[in-house]
């Protein structure tokens, strides 16, 4: 069942110095109740923006233009003030990209499981403490951090610490921005093994956000592609590593990314993402596209049913139940 139905979304940013970017195109996106869904891509194609979006967590200069969003069935699109901070206690949670900004230098990590659990009950020290510790251990980490600032921790405690004050909220959805950005390959594997680990437990739904699609495709239960604010795939992770479908997709397949990038390389994919503040027609993943014909550059590929999932290719489209290979 659609815990999240995000229908036909569009975000614009209005830099007060530059051009308006459409950051997020007219995409729709459903996440089912306890589904871990990745969200892949390269760097500025919209992933963060989108991920905000859906749990209304947008900030000026990033405007909701267009579409609806309905979680548990009710549009939360019209939300403002208290209902919207009702919602987001009840239901929404973020992840923030790096663990170190989502936390408070000058506050102990148990400072700051007092500030989340008291601006939400009345709620004494021990009890406090109590609850820390338990979540904490549910992230692998033991009641030795509370009395630690984020400084004496490492990069993946930080995010361990940072996962384990959203758990604190109880939250339906959370959405990790890049998780593991910034730590390295080993503790990246186990910071991913731990939200896995953590959804199937907690029962919550998930949007993992990562430009890794190696790293989040073996962890997620189906993989959302996004180029240039819209999106191009989404599929079961499984059948996205053995049948790709869209040019992009493989392309990402085939290259390896280095872990401790904040971009991918796309390999035998020459030049890079528009501008997303110009006007385009056709598909955007045109210019890049080894298999690009007449049509791809006349008419913009909307997102349809291929197989078990669905792709934004006319090659692909076309092929059916088959699907566009490149290389
Ligand atoms: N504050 C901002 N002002 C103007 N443009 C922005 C701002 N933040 C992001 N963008 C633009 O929006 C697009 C999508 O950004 P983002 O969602 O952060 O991408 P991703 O998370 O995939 O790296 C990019 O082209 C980026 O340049
Ligand atoms: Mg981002």
Redesign the pocket.
Known sequence: MALLEARAIDVV?T?ADRAP?R?VRTTSLIVDSGELVGLV?E???????LGLALIRMLRP??HQTGGIILFDGVDVTQLRGEQLRHQRHQGFALVPQSGMNALNPVRSVKGHFTDILRAHERIGRAEIRQRAVQLLGKVGLDSTVLDRYPHELSGGMRQRVAIALVLALDPRLIVFDEPTTALDVIVQAGVIATIRQLQQEEGFSALVISHDLGLVVGATDRVVVMYAGQIVEDQSSERLLRHPRHPYTQALLRCYADPRADEVHLEGIVGSPPD?STPTAGCLFAPRCPLAEEICWKSDPQLSPVGDGQVACHMAQRTGRGHARVG
């Open positions: 940013y830099p970017v950051a891509g760097s500025g194609c919209g992933k963060s923006t200069p990033a997303l």
